[in-house]
């Protein structure tokens, strides 16, 4: 089993930035595909990134290319989403997830997917 914890939540205005962390809770001997989503007030979770723990392509909604980078440090077990120029339509709770079926990332965009999950950080953007 395998624990996620988010961090580096917060609010911020437009056009700023802020950098996201998912630990877990200990390595695994295989890749795992790692993920962030996120869940506004009202709407449904989206995947927003996704890349392979042992590296590999990373992947972006449109909604995020050019402004998210996803990156790993593998010697902390920890995921990260760097979040620039900041929007007010980013405002959601963000969550990490990790699979270990398997399959690349490329395929893997939806909840049932995913067997590891965070708790989930709040990302306030105002105008």
């Known amino acids: 089993q395998v624990q996620l914890m988010e961090s580096g939540g917060g609010s911020v205005q437009a056009g700023g930035s802020l950098r996201l962390s998912c630990a877990a809770s200990r390595s695994t001997p295989s890749s795992l595909c790692a993920s962030w989503f996120r869940e506004a007030l009202g709407k449904g979770l989206a995947w927003v990134s996704s890349m392979k723990t042992f590296g590999g392509d990373t992947y972006y909604d449109d909604t995020v290319e050019g402004r998210f980078t996803i990156s790993q440090d593998n010697a902390k077990n920890t995921v990260y989403l760097q979040m620039n120029s900041l929007k007010p339509e980013d405002t959601a709770m963000y969550y990490c997830?990790?699979?270990?079926?398997?399959?690349?990332?490329?395929?893997?965009?939806?909840?049932?997917?995913?067997?590891?999950w965070g708790q989930g950080t709040q990302v306030t953007v105002s105008s």
């Open positions: 997830a990790a699979s270990d079926a398997g399959y690349s990332c490329r395929f893997l965009l939806t909840r049932g997917q995913y067997n590891y």
